[in-house]
Structure formats: structure tokens, C-alpha cells
């Protein structure tokens, strides 16, 4: 069992930075794959990123690449997403996400795929 809990989030102008946090509780973190998920009002939930096991290995979407980092330190039991150059259209609910991993797989770019996920945190970025 893995229980996720955001923090970080807030209002940002256009252009600024925000540094997401995940604390995961559970004492097989570091065999999850983890991801970053988000909502804007009125839409759907959307991927953002996501990490293997180790850390070595990351997926972003197109709309965030070079501008988003996720990271994690599993010594810590934490996954980071570090957000730059924000837009307005970055404005969602942000949420963390945890999926069981099966052998050599560890991409997970689709939100069943998530087993856990945390409550949310808002990011409001302003033009």
C-alpha cells in the first residue's frame, strides 16, 4: 500500500517557477513506477510525467517537455516535478500517482495504469 500527498502548489505568473512535491508513505516506494497527472477545470485529467523505478528513466508529454523535470529520491520516499517557464494554460490541479511495476516495463502514461494517487495540489499560473 502507497498513500501520496502533494505539496507545492499556488499562483504564479506567466514565465515563473514552481517545484512540486510528492511524499509517498509504504515500504516498497521504490519498486512504483511514479507519475504526474493534470486537471484543468472543466477537463479531463491529463498526463504529465512519468519515472521509472531507478530515476534513469523519464516520459513527459509534449506539452510540458523541456520545461518540466520530474525526479524522485526514493531514500526520502519523494517525487519532485519541477516546473519552469509557466503558462497560463499550466493552471490544473496537479496530481501524484503511483503504479505497481511487472518486470522490465516501467513506462505509465495513462491514468489507469496508476494504482495510488494523492488529493491534489492547485496551480494557478497568471498572465
Known amino acids: 500500500q502507497v498513500q501520496l500527498v502533494e505539496s507545492g502548489g499556488g499562483l504564479v505568473q506567466a514565465g515563473g517557477s514552481l517545484r512540486l512535491s510528492c511524499a509517498a508513505s509504504?515500504?516498497?516506494?521504490?519498486?512504483?513506477?511514479m507519475g504526474w497527472f493534470r486537471q484543468p477545470p472543466g477537463k479531463e485529467r491529463e498526463f504529465v510525467a512519468t519515472i521509472g523505478w531507478s530515476g534513469g528513466s523519464t516520459g513527459y508529454a509534449g506539452s510540458v517537455k523541456g520545461r518540466f523535470t520530474i525526479s524522485r529520491d526514493n531514500a526520502k520516499n519523494s517525487v519532485y516535478l519541477q516546473m519552469n517557464s509557466l503558462k497560463p494554460e499550466d493552471t490544473a490541479i496537479y496530481y501524484c500517482?503511483?503504479?505497481?511495476?511487472?518486470?522490465?516495463?516501467?513506462?505509465?502514461?495513462?491514468?489507469?495504469?496508476?494504482?495510488?494517487w494523492g488529493q491534489g495540489t492547485q496551480v494557478t499560473v497568471s498572465s
Open positions: 509504504g515500504r516498497t516506494f521504490s519498486s512504483y513506477t
Open positions: 500517482a503511483a503504479a505497481r511495476t511487472y518486470g522490465s516495463s516501467w513506462y505509465r502514461g495513462q491514468a489507469y495504469e496508476y494504482d495510488y
